[in-house]
């Protein structure tokens, strides 16, 4: 089972690489993504007990990309 949590870094990196190409033509498509892999980030480093600091780096940049959706939803909502 720990092969699966270091491999899923592999899945990490492909989503953030689609992320960067749609975000441009989708901005949410690309935030929603964004969020998916900082998710599966979390998961990953408590899964296989990384550092405290690699888990506040995750939950820091899921927490960032959900700040940006709900201030760019909130600001563009009329």
């Known amino acids: ?3 699966f ?3 899923l870094q592999y899945v990490v990196l492909g989503g953030l690489i689609i ?3 749609v975000i441009g033509g989708n901005f949410y498509l ?3 993504i964004y969020l998916a892999v900082n998710a599966l980030s979390i998961l ?11 888990k506040v780096k995750d939950i820091s ?3 960032i990309t959900f ?5 760019s939803y909130l600001t563009n909502a009329k």
């Open 67 to 71: 700040g940006i959706i709900a201030f």
């Open 61 to 63: 940049c899921f927490a």
């Open 30 to 32: 690309g935030q929603f």
């Open 44 to 54: 990953r480093s408590f899964a296989l007990e990384r550092p405290m600091s690699d």
């Open 5 to 7: 949590w270091e491999n």
């Open 1 to 3: 089972m720990t092969k």
């Open 19 to 21: 992320a960067q190409c």
